[in-house]
């Protein structure tokens, strides 16, 4: 279903998109980056440290390096400044680059069980799936965040895949 290559492309992706937020977020009024846009987590922030978290998570999964200390209920305050987000971002964006890097296709068949606190039970799913629902829950979230930093004035980067620039 998906391939080491596909792991590496979308981790440059991510690092990519991720870069040109951190720019944005870094000289932004901190009263424009919490205000309630009315988007599901409400902020620019809120959603930026919800998908930081998820990441955190899913990685740990991953790589089986540690996870979020934070609940999903408390997502939304995983970094309490902008400052922190950003520095935990630019890590979070190494570390699963580094896991692309090392992943092999076998790392990528088979099953991934896991424990949600969130949802109190147990699941099995595709390893495949999972590290699909990394990237794509990104991409939903930072879509999300893009039309907000848009109506808020500023200019996000393209975020059409294409056009990513070359490494």
């Not at 939304?76 to 580094?98: H, K, L, Q, Y």
Request: charged share 25%; glycine share 6%; hydrophobic share 40%.
């Amino acid at each position: 279903m998906i391939n080491p290559e596909y792991c590496r492309t979308m981790a440059a992706y991510s690092k990519w998109q991720n870069d040109g937020l951190r720019e944005i977020v870094q000289r932004m009024p901190l009263e424009k980056l919490t205000k309630d846009r009315g988007a599901f987590f409400g902020s620019i922030l809120a959603t930026l440290n919800h998908l930081l978290w998820a990441d955190t998570l899913w990685i740990s999964r991953f790589d089986g390096g540690q996870g979020p200390d934070h609940s999903i209920k408390e997502s939304t305050e995983f970094m309490p400044t902008p400052a922190t987000w950003a520095a935990e971002r630019f890590r979070m964006d190494a570390r699963i680059s580094r896991w692309a890097e090392q992943v092999h296709a076998i790392d990528l068949v088979g099953k991934l069980r896991w424990h949600s606190v969130a949802l109190s039970r147990e699941f099995e799913k595709p390893v495949s799936v999972c590290v699909m629902q990394l990237f794509n829950h990104q991409t939903h979230h930072r879509g999300q965040v893009h039309a907000m930093l848009t109506a808020a004035g500023e200019k996000p980067n393209d975020t059409d895949l294409p056009f990513m620039p070359e490494n």
